[in-house]
């Protein structure tokens, strides 16, 4: 499945294609405006202890039950460094400052059933966090994984491009 819109957010009619900067875009003649496609934007978070990652176990669908860096989608007008530190807290209990993270690295990719997304990926370490770690809403369970556990176990761990910047920030 493409994530395409089919109608028009404006007006609700059927969209058509056309060709516009060399690339199909999607067109609805009733309001004569292409309808923009951009990749979501998501904070994720990499919290270090040692040799270790934390990681959430979904809750929900899509991927429910792949382990996961936690991350979520972007509030409106939320900042993206405030919304790595709202989930980190929502879906694991752990409390950070929005001043103890790092951006390390911004990703286009694909996620679930062909939508893109923009993924910032911040890291903290693990003695800046606050101690108890409880899974909350959206996640099942929470936990440290130690990284070479990660590239063995190939089954239970999704083996997402937001796990494979975890090679780079080690
Ligand atoms: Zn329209």
Redesign the pocket.
Known sequence: MEFKPSH?P??G?DLSAVLEEERERLY?E??DRIVWRNASPVSAIIVKKEEKILLVKRGIEPGKGEWSLPAGFLEYEEEPAKAAVRELEEETGLKVGKEDLNLIEALNIERFEGQRLVALVYEAEAEKASENISSGSDADDARYWDIEELKEDEEEVLRSHFLEVIGESS
């Open positions: 028009c404006y007006c009619e609805c009733a309001c």
